[in-house]
């Protein structure tokens, strides 16, 4: 707060305590017209000496800044631009980065809407016990429904309300890749606030934190590193679905944007391998650097959120986090708002305008509570209906048969998470102990794990062919490549968290390798495999609309199951059977979350955290 904001002092209080310009002691209107130009001078000389320290590093920052302000310029008019009914997707390798770039801007939007959905979702349901009833099984509802559950009535709805322009279609593939990414992270957090070490809430309380110190100083510092490889495993959602997302067909009608999926689709439904292979080329390339600029900084910097008493171990590091640290621009700018909040800060204090933040109250937060979770009820309550008068026009006899696909899809689902257990447990464990280890595979991991697997069902059909395996067993495999990366990175993060002192004493007292997976490394990673299995096998049943119905090669080939039916609905635009194979894979969901997950989370939270 500037002096401009403040009413001046009375003759006998002339000391202002501030000087906006130098940051030195003054008094009010001591300031005269030269020491305001010197002042002037002398940032400007400043700048001038700094500019003459820019290196390369700043050189390739501004251009690549200038490079992300073009891109979304073209983005902007491509999103303003007049609607068009068909969108021709050309095969051409040139139009290649344009395409990425579409892609990536669509999977970035989506991770900023669902990183603020997450962080008040979870805390909600985390804070909130009258909400936890209704939002906990809320989310397990909604991590049930398939992407294809979804976009019929997000793209007819987000069209229909901006009929002359992109804008509709755009918002409903960044909505849809964010009801791909959204759960486990809403979960990684909910259950990070609730497993907080109970010293640290003790010590909370002793020094009677607010809620918001609270968050910022204890709550998401815990979950950072939970939240940075969850969001890592997000993109990775939202890049399975690229190709539907991009290039769907709702019967007749067709609903395509120029990105990677819908090149990739357009390519397979020709039959150009070289295109493919193109398309294969780019999004590896694409996922590489996002990894290495964005991720890998990233948890590089949540390493300073670990929970540690004693130990240490070795630094992770990043060559472009390392490389932007070279900066002048970036040292300038954070010296610059530091100097901000320094002078901000002894303006406050000079003139005593620091004030406690506000306490809430306990009955308007509870009666806030009460009036969200009312509306949420009454929306719900709305939809039921709207669903019922739908259902009407289907059959009874249509209902049996989608129960007896729910069990078989079901089996997949159980299958294909055990499977990824067996080797997500070991490879997270390497991964998250060994950070010599981790520099090497956790690239190689992130490209593998944020591969859209549908680029690859071609291959693997024809792999499948070749031994002589239907695709009623093949779905399996299918289904495994969106699903093991879900276990794998929730076991990376818990086994980061595992302090270094419980390490030491299993080398100290010479333990063997099966007894320190049994007795130090698996309790402290249960909570986070459980939240894995959750999250793992709510992806499986969405992979399962693309693994029990695949088209390639102007072939469709389609396994028994749920995800078959809701795949064949959804391309015949046949909206009964659609909602009800939706409501059949949610109740199938929700029933297996209230028997087994559930009490797996409460064993977590009881016998298995490091504050218990």
């Not at 495993?233 to 120029?258: C, K, Q, T, V």
């Not at 910097?301 to 060559?319: C, D, H, M, N, Y």
């Not at 699903?483 to 080398?507: H, K």
């Not at 939240?531 to 390639?552: H, P």
Request: include cysteine; charge should be positive.
């Amino acid at each position: 707060m500037g002096i401009g904001n403040v009413r001046p002092p009375g003759p006998a209080l002339r000391s202002c305590g501030y000087d906006s310009w130098s940051g030195a002691n003054c008094r009010i209107g001591s300031m005269q017209p030269p020491a305001i130009y010197r002042r002037i001078w002398g940032e400007g000389t400043a700048l001038l000496q700094r500019a003459r320290r820019l290196t390369v590093v700043d050189l390739l920052i501004v251009l690549g800044l200038a490079g992300l302000l073009y891109g979304l310029l073209d983005l902007a008019k491509e999103w303003a631009g007049p609607h068009r009914p068909v969108i021709e997707v050309t095969l051409s390798p040139v139009a290649l980065p344009k395409y990425a770039f579409y892609s990536l801007m669509r999977g970035l939007f989506a991770y900023a809407l669902f990183l603020g959905f997450t962080l008040v979702y979870g805390y909600w349901a985390a804070k909130d016990h009258v909400a936890e009833r209704v939002l906990i099984p809320l989310l397990d509802i909604l991590q049930s429904i398939p992407v294809l559950g979804f976009l019929p009535g997000l793209v007819l709805g987000l069209t229909a309300a901006f009929p002359n322009g992109n804008v509709g279609l755009e918002l409903a593939a960044i909505v849809m890749i964010f009801t791909g990414q959204v759960w486990n992270m809403t979960f990684s957090f909910y259950q990070s606030l609730r497993s907080l070490p109970q010293d640290m809430q003790e010590a909370a309380r002793a020094f009677r934190l607010n809620w918001w110190q609270r968050l910022r100083w204890l709550e998401l510092p815990a979950a950072t590193v939970g939240l940075v490889w969850n969001s890592m495993m997000s993109m990775a959602g939202g890049w399975f679905f690229l190709m539907i997302n991009e290039s769907y067909h709702l019967g007749e009608r067709d609903f395509r944007l120029p990105g990677l999926g819908s090149y990739m689709s357009v390519a397979v439904e020709q039959g150009r391998v070289d295109a493919m292979i193109w398309a294969l080329l780019a999004m590896t390339l694409l996922i590489v650097a996002l990894d290495q600029l964005l991720w890998r900084p990233l948890v590089v910097w949540a390493q300073k959120f670990r929970i540690e008493e004693t130990g240490a171990v070795l630094p992770e590091s990043s060559w472009f986090l390392t490389w932007l640290r070279r900066s002048t621009l970036i040292a300038g700018l954070r010296q610059w708002l530091r100097d901000k909040r320094a002078a901000s800060a002894t303006a406050r204090a000079a003139f005593s305008v620091t004030k406690p933040y506000p306490a809430i109250s306990p009955h308007w937060t509870t009666a806030f509570s009460w009036a969200l979770v009312l509306t949420l009820v009454l929306a719900l309550t709305w939809g039921t209906w709207q669903l019922v008068w739908l259902l009407r026009q289907l059959a009874w006899s249509v209902w049996p048969e989608l129960v007896l696909a729910a069990a078989v899809t079901l089996t997949r689902v159980l299958i294909s998470t055990m499977i990824g257990t067996l080797w997500a447990v070991p490879v997270g464990l390497a991964i998250g102990l060994k950070p010599g280890l981790a520099r090497w595979l956790q690239p190689v991991v992130q490209v593998a794990a944020s591969f859209p697997a549908p680029m690859l069902f071609p291959l693997v059909i024809a792999g499948l062919r070749l031994a002589g395996i239907s695709l009623d067993w093949g779905s399996l495999a299918l289904m495994l490549l969106g699903t093991q990366w879900y276990i794998l990175f929730n076991v990376v993060a818990g086994a980061m968290s595992i302090p270094a002192d419980l390490r030491e004493v299993a080398r100290s007292y010479r333990l063997s390798r099966w007894q320190r997976l049994r007795i130090v490394y698996l309790p402290p990673i249960f909570p986070h495999l459980v939240t894995g299995w959750v999250t793992a096998a709510g992806g499986a049943w969405n992979a399962s609309i693309v693994a029990e119905y695949v088209s390639a090669g102007g072939e469709t080939l389609q396994a028994y199951g749920l995800g078959a039916k809701i795949s064949w609905a959804a391309e015949h635009a046949d909206f009964p059977l659609l909602t009800a194979g939706v409501l059949v894979m949610a109740g199938v969901v929700v029933l297996f979350n209230r028997l087994v997950w559930r009490r797996l989370f409460q064993l977590a939270e009881t016998r298995f955290s490091l504050s218990k």
